[in-house]
């Protein structure tokens, strides 16, 4: 917890540096001069704990050197940090999976290597809820066991506001979205979410995957969509409204229950178009509608 510099008795923040989308790897490490430099202005600015919200790895749902790289990477930048798995870590969800589905071996793979694929953490006025959002419309029975902890997570807010993290954004601009897309978690499983917060939906919903920053308030959820850290996708992806580009955003939880967010593109990180990088996820021009975000 930091003060940010006011005297004793002034509101306190919690700050989170929300990271996404850094698709790191020893073997094909082409996005990690890009996290080192993000590593580099983290430190200096210091925030309370950095989140990152998945596709932490270029391809941990098949390679578990390719996850413990990851973790390695983040360790070393001597930071608070907690994550959740992107599909890229895990697999992708059943429903819309084009290849990698989530299965019982890719997630003991990543709970092997990161401990967890979902967290809770409280502070001052506010409840953090990371999900493993992989598992939304999943036959495994980790998916039942999530169902229960986000139900218990919901049930012991007392009061604080809640906040959630998770790979996928909910949707794009609507919650009745009907067409499944791997871009977004599918209109069944986000209505059983919508279903199970009630009346305490998430005031702040922070999700990575499009590689594109974008900030909006719709209805009473303030979504965050951020950037990766690692590479921009302008050939292969439209904007939903936002903002093909790199970089994070920076949450400030306060105790009364405010927040504040702010884009940040710390100096000296390159734009990359992952375009320019074949050897990661191969040609995109051959690949374009199997390559996920
Ligand atoms: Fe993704
Ligand atoms: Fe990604």
Redesign the pocket.
């Known amino acids: 917890m930091r003060a940010r510099g006011v005297p004793a008795g002034a509101a306190m923040s919690f700050v989170v540096a929300h990271i996404t ?1 850094t698709h790191l790897s020893a073997e094909k490490p082409y996005f990690v001069a890009n996290f080192e430099r993000f590593g580099a202005h983290l430190r200096r600015a210091a925030p309370d704990l950095v989140v990152n919200t ?2 932490i790895s270029v391809n941990g749902a098949d390679s578990r050197d390719d996850l413990v790289a990851a973790r390695d990477l983040h360790d070393a930048l001597g930071l608070n940090w907690r994550a959740i798995p ?3 870590d895990i697999g992708d969800n059943q429903e819309t999976a084009k290849k990698q589905p989530i299965d019982a071996e890719r997630h003991a793979r990543y709970l092997d290597v990161f401990g967890e694929d979902r967290w809770v953490i409280d502070v001052p006025g506010w409840r953090l809820l990371a999900v493993n959002a992989l598992l939304f419309g999943s036959d495994l029975a980790q998916a039942v066991d999530q169902e229960a902890f986000i139900a218990d997570a919901v049930a012991g807010l007392d009061g604080r506001s809640l906040a959630l993290f998770l ?2 954004p909910l949707f794009f601009a609507d919650p009745g979205e009907a067409d499944p897309t791997h871009l977004t978690v599918s209109p069944g499983p986000r209505q059983r979410l919508l279903d199970a917060f009630g009346a305490a939906r998430p005031r702040v919903v922070c999700s ?2 499009l590689h594109e920053y974008r900030e909006s308030l719709i209805g009473d959820m303030h979504h965050v969509w951020a950037p990766g850290t690692s590479f921009t996708v302008p050939g292969l992806l439209p904007t939903h409204g936002g903002e093909h580009t790199v970089g994070y955003v920076e949450i400030a939880f306060e105790a009364d229950g405010r927040f504040e967010s702010r884009f940040v593109r710390p100096d000296g990180v390159d734009i990359l178009d992952l375009a320019d990088f074949p050897g990661a996820y191969g040609d995109l021009r051959r690949i374009k509608t199997a390559i ?2």
Request: net charge negative; proline share 0%; no cysteine.
């Open positions: 989308d998945g596709d992107g599909n890229h790979h996928k990575g995957h996920a975000e």
